[in-house]
């Protein structure tokens, strides 16, 4: 199929979706989760620019949104080309059925299937990096099975020699999950590998949680000093668990209704910035909510991304485009989709 390019973001109005549940007092989002909602979806597909086996180019930045299949080696050289990434970072689907549903955007496989599925893109990601580049993964563990799909990746990630694992981050959600009977669910886990010999930018990857703890006295240049005086900033520095970053949900600007366990803007920002130049490519091989493109716009890096569902395609698309136009990193309430709204229920939202 030919590749696609639009001279326009066509940006669509917006549509604030406040529903209020009168018997239960609350507020949520309009827009259900996407991939559980069957009858959302065939309203949404019509709306999507992009068809399988497309791409779109941005005509200002230069990023490319495809719906492509990211374990076909021929689709990932359709978007790259012969450009080479300095970053990829990756939101596969985690094999963890939520909520007891099991959908083909958010599916649940066999163990063995799922690890060749995941061999497949892996190798295909490792093909678009550059001979010096950064990996990323953000995977979970289903405790009612094992643990898996975590450990078993983990292994089969030793299968791929011109990886190096670097690190095994843990991000602390604010907001999270349990019983009464259990410890809260409150984690997401990162694996950090490098490909050739990287840079590492240290300067960009503190919080803004200061420094309080004095101490580790030690003799330089014959003067005893204590950390924070020889500390590089009065910040702390992000180490391999991250406590400062906010899960992403419903009151966030950041938010984008109907993408379940978007990833927070803030963590693909300090990923971006800790292994990249301005200018340099990032690649994310599961777009999702966009979240990638918008990062790499805000700080001057080009991204290729893509999903083979051409819902989250177009969502992606629009996200960047409302963006430009509004400063908005998201819809918070707000339906990236208003051209689906009943008439009568967009004139009783603030009734």
């Keep these: 199929m030919r590749v696609q390019k639009n001279e326009s973001l066509n940006l669509f109005p917006d549509l604030y979706l406040i529903k209020k549940d009168k018997r239960k007092g609350k507020t ?17 597909l019509p ?17 490319k949104v495809g719906v492509l299949d990211t374990t076909n080696p021929e689709e990932v050289k359709k978007i790259m080309g012969v450009e080479k990434a300095k970053l990829v970072v990756n939101d596969p689907p985690y094999n963890v059925t939520v909520g007891n549903a099991n959908t083909k955007a958010l599916f649940k496989i066999n163990i063995v299937e799922y690890l060749e599925f995941s061999k497949k893109w892996v190798r295909n990601a490792i093909s678009a990096m550059d001979e010096n580049a950064h990996f990323y993964i953000w995977l979970g563990a289903d405790y009612k099975d094992n643990f898996q799909p975590l450990p078993d990746f983990i292994i ?27 410890w809260m669910w409150a984690r997401q886990e990162l694996l950090y590998y490098v490909k050739g010999n990287t840079d590492f930018n ?32 009065k910040y702390i520095r992000a180490g391999n668990v991250w406590i400062d970053i906010q899960q992403v949900f419903y009151r966030m600007e950041e938010n984008v209704p109907g993408c379940y366990a978007q990833k927070p803007l803030k963590a693909i920002e300090r990923i971006i910035l800790s292994g990249t130049r301005e200018g340099e490519l990032v690649a994310d091989f599961f777009a999702h909510s966009g979240t990638t493109l ?7 890096r080009k991204v290729y991304t893509f999903d083979i569902d051409p819902i989250f395609a177009e969502i992606t698309i629009r996200r960047l485009g409302r963006f430009r136009k509004t400063g908005k990193t998201g819809w918070q309430w707000q339906n990236p989709f208003p051209e689906i709204e009943d008439k009568k229920e967009k004139q009783n939202l603030f009734a």
């Design 202 to 233: 240290v300067d960009a990857v503190y919080t803004d949680i200061p420094k309080i703890l004095r101490g580790y006295y030690k003799e330089v240049n014959g003067k005893i000093t204590e950390n924070l005086e020889r500390s590089r900033s």
């Design 294 to 300: 918008i990062a790499g716009e805000k700080l001057k």
């Design 156 to 182: 089969l990630m030793r299968e791929f020699k011109e990886l190096k694992p670097r690190n095994f981050i843990t991000v602390r959600n604010q907001r999270g999950y349990g019983t009464q009977k259990n």
């Design 47 to 63: 709306l999507c620019r992009l068809k399988y086996g497309e791409i779109w180019e941005d005509p200002i930045k230069g990023h």
């Design 28 to 44: 949520t989002e309009g827009l259900e989760r996407l991939d559980l909602h069957g009858e959302l979806r065939k309203k949404i």
